[in-house]
């Protein structure tokens, strides 16, 4: 059992979001590290564009602060990266001929703005989600 889920209805304890319209948290927490990954889900019946705050409650999950958060869907993915830029040298090689051809991804709906004092800040497009990967000490 690696990880532990807490779905939006039972998990208020541990996070609330401060600022939204119909947005839902969810969460999976790492079993062994101080580590979770959120979904968080804009769910309203409303075409709004909002701006969001989730505040987590690193104390509650025995955890002392949250020290950095990642938007997993639109953050840097170096190990994607890395499947069209290490490519065999091979002679039969060129730039028309690449083995993997770098996919240029669409408007997910999420900004990430950062985490401060335990607090996830981002924009949400109506109908979206946001995966952020979030570790603490």
Same mark, same amino acid.
Request: hydrophobic content about 35%.
């Given at each position: 059992?690696?990880?532990?889920?807490? $779905?939006?209805?039972?998990n208020?304890?541990?996070?609330? !979001?401060?600022?939204?319209? #119909?947005?839902y &948290?969810s969460?999976?927490?790492?079993?062994?590290? *101080?580590?979770l990954?959120?979904?968080?889900?804009? &769910?309203?019946?409303?075409?709004?564009?909002?701006? !969001?705050? !989730?505040e987590? *409650?690193?104390?509650?999950?025995?955890w002392? *602060?949250l020290?950095?958060?990642?938007?997993?869907?639109?953050?840097? #993915?170096e190990?994607?990266?890395?499947?069209?830029?290490? !490519?065999? #040298?091979? $002679?039969?090689?060129?730039?028309?001929?690449?083995?993997?051809? $770098?996919?240029?991804?669409?408007?997910f709906?999420v900004?990430?703005?950062?985490?401060?004092?335990?607090r996830i *800040?981002? #924009?949400?497009?109506?109908h979206?989600?946001?995966?952020?990967?979030?570790?603490?000490e």
């Amino acid at each position: 059992n690696q990880a532990q889920f807490l $779905p939006y209805w039972r998990n208020s304890e541990y996070v609330n !979001v401060v600022q939204g319209k #119909d947005i839902y &948290v969810s969460f999976y927490r790492h079993a062994e590290k *101080k580590e979770l990954l959120a979904v968080i889900s804009h &769910v309203s019946k409303e075409h709004l564009d909002q701006e !969001v705050v !989730v505040e987590f *409650k690193p104390t509650e999950l025995g955890w002392n *602060k949250l020290t950095s958060a990642t938007e997993l869907l639109t953050g840097p #993915d170096e190990e994607y990266e890395s499947l069209y830029t290490d !490519v065999p #040298d091979v $002679p039969y090689y060129s730039e028309s001929s690449r083995w993997r051809i $770098p996919v240029k991804l669409g408007d997910f709906g999420v900004e990430f703005k950062g985490l401060e004092n335990n607090r996830i *800040k981002l #924009d949400l497009k109506h109908h979206s989600v946001a995966i952020i990967k979030i570790i603490a000490e």
